[in-house]
């Protein structure tokens, strides 16, 4: 079956943080474990979804990129065309 560095599903839904009344893991925790083969800790995974939303403000620069794309413009161009419009901005 599915495996996450070595883990099966069942146990990472078993370790990984949830939500308050949730079953299974968090998704920030999923990645948190894909990127650094480390269990999250709550706060770990609070950590990085304030990070996550911190960081999701797409600039108003690629939206008008894409705006002015032609309709017919394949979907994984515009992807390709927006991550490097986004390059400027990283840091």
Not at 24 to 32: K, M, T
Not at 53 to 78: E, N, Y
Request: hydrophobic content about 35%.
């Amino acid at each position: 079956g599915i495996r996450y560095r070595g883990r099966t599903l069942q146990e990472c839904m078993k370790e990984l943080p949830k939500a308050p009344g949730g079953k299974v893991g968090l998704p920030e925790a999923s990645f948190w474990l894909l990127l650094t083969n480390e269990m999250p800790s709550e706060a770990d995974t609070k950590a990085l979804s304030e990070e996550l939303h911190r960081r999701s403000t797409v600039p108003q620069q690629v939206l008008q990129l894409i705006d002015g794309l032609p309709k017919d413009t394949h979907p994984m161009t515009q992807l390709a065309m927006a991550l490097l419009a986004l390059q400027p901005g990283s840091s």
